[in-house]
């Protein structure tokens, strides 16, 4: 399928260069020609110098024929505003945006713009391997109040059924990471020593469900 992208910085190229691998068509738009040197000598998707959300750029970027727009500039009002055109001038239905004031992804997505906060994804995944398994998200909606989160349990929890945990919680049992391979459980999935869990839910009740793990089950949930 052929992607528009709009921003060629490092996020931007790496896109267009794997997408291209996958075997995809690509048209990458920057508004400053020098940009372009990123992209590898064989690259042979379109190059497009100009303004991400004008139309004539868009179109010369073959928008009308796009499966997807991405927006990864260095600047969050440029990439929303990108996105709207794509998806509201052009009709493209699939697209995302880069935004780096986390704050703004609510609004954003009310919009109906998928966005990727990069500042906060990448102090989560920061804090995630320098504090404590569970203390941050594995990944978090774009507007910061549903997370997925590895989770740990009280050794009271092995042998009881993934249900058990839900009931207990009131959160998703999203998976279980059992000895390197992930497993979607069933109502009737036991939880194993070794076991990795990994739950979906708000993240204003995270704390009462690591307090509910971290004792041993009533005898209601075995």
């Not at 020609?33 to 992209?39: E, G, K, M, N, S």
Request: some cysteine; overall charge negative.
């Amino acid at each position: 399928m052929h992607i528009v992208i709009m921003g060629c910085g490092r996020v931007g190229s790496t896109l267009a260069h794997i997408l291209e691998d996958n075997g995809h068509s690509v048209a990458i738009i920057d508004r400053d020609p020098q940009a372009f040197r990123r992209l590898r000598a064989g690259f042979r998707g379109r190059r497009v110098t100009g303004i991400g959300f004008d139309r004539d750029v868009l179109e010369e970027a073959g928008i009308s024929s796009a499966a997807a727009f991405v927006a990864v500039s260095s600047g969050d009002n440029s990439n929303i505003i990108s996105a709207r055109v794509a998806r509201e001038m052009f009709g493209v239905d699939n697209v995302v945006a880069r935004i780096y004031d986390p704050r703004r992804a609510e609004v954003y997505q009310r919009l109906g713009i998928p966005t990727v906060a990069t500042v906060r994804w990448t102090a989560d995944q920061i804090l995630r391997r320098v504090l404590p398994e569970g203390a941050e998200p594995l990944w978090r909606d774009p507007t910061g109040t549903v997370i997925l989160a590895e989770v740990a349990f009280h050794q009271g929890w092995i042998g009881t059924r993934a249900r058990a945990i839900e009931e207990a919680t009131g959160a998703r049992l999203a998976f279980v990471n059992r000895m390197g391979e992930a497993l979607v459980p069933k109502d009737d999935t036991v939880i194993q020593e070794g076991d990795l869990i990994h739950l979906v839910a708000a993240e204003n009740d995270m704390d009462r469900i690591n307090k509910v793990l971290s004792g041993p089950p009533s005898d209601e949930e075995h």
